[in-house]
């Protein structure tokens, strides 16, 4: 396998689900990223980590816990999300997550609903 | 704040040439990219330009002007797979991208 994969592609829960998405790079970067991406609006991006640490937390609300065990594997695990949370979430990585040039590789993202 | 503004959408014909504009307005600037993404599908790279000019790339050129705040993504010789949308980043004084909202680009026969 190359690039980024994510799983699962789609995903519907409810309100009061737990459920967890899962990202996984093969091009030996050391940054992976969270990105919500609803309809006609911008990339927003979410979490960052570098060398497995969290670097950014743009004011994410508690129920999105993101987990990165090691630099090629990052989660995002969701609990009591509302519906407005419905979008495409999608995981990216970078070789650095600082510094010029820095192009950012995209997985397919995830579908996820929200009843 | 920092604000990045692209067409919603536009239609063009195919064999034709469609210039795609993005303006900024960020925190320091640390480059600009385009992204194209197909409906359902990852943002791939297309271009990065961090001084002024013209970049070149087979079908498809990036235009940056620092002191406008301005930038266009040129393609060319329009195919029906260039039905997209194509996505404007800003690298800020902090290497953070700053995302536009796309421009959806429809290709008509």
């Known amino acids: 396998e190359t690039g980024v994969t994510q799983t699962p592609r789609h995903l519907v829960m409810g309100m009061t689900n737990k459920k967890s998405l899962k990202c996984e790079q093969h091009?030996?970067?050391?940054?992976m990223y969270w990105y919500k991406q609803s309809a006609k609006k911008p990339l927003e991006l979410m979490f960052v980590?570098?060398?497995?640490?969290?670097?950014e937390n743009n004011s994410v609300p508690s129920r999105f816990s993101p987990e990165c065990p090691n630099s090629s594997h990052l989660f995002l695990h969701l609990h009591t999300l509302q519906p407005e949370d419905s979008a495409l979430y999608l995981c990216?990585?970078?070789?650095?997550?600082?510094?010029?040039?820095?192009?950012?590789?995209f997985g397919p993202g995830t579908r996820l609903t929200v009843l | 704040g920092q604000n990045i503004d692209q067409p919603t959408e536009m239609t063009a014909t195919e064999g034709a040439i469609v210039q795609i504009n993005c303006t900024y307005q960020t925190s320091g600037f640390n480059g600009l990219f385009w992204y194209q993404q197909h409906a359902g599908e990852a943002p791939t790279f297309l271009s990065y330009n961090v001084l002024d000019g013209l970049e070149e790339k087979g079908r498809f050129s990036s235009f940056l002007s620092r002191s406008k705040g301005y930038s266009y993504l040129l393609l060319k010789e329009l195919q029906m797979k260039d039905s997209a949308s194509y996505l404007c980043a800003v690298m800020d004084s902090n290497y953070q991208l700053i995302w536009g909202a796309g421009t959806k680009l429809i290709i008509k026969p």
């Open positions: 980590y570098n060398f497995k640490e969290q670097t």
């Open positions: 990216a990585s970078s070789q650095d997550p600082g510094g010029p040039y820095n192009e950012q590789f």
């Open positions: 091009l030996g970067h050391n940054a």
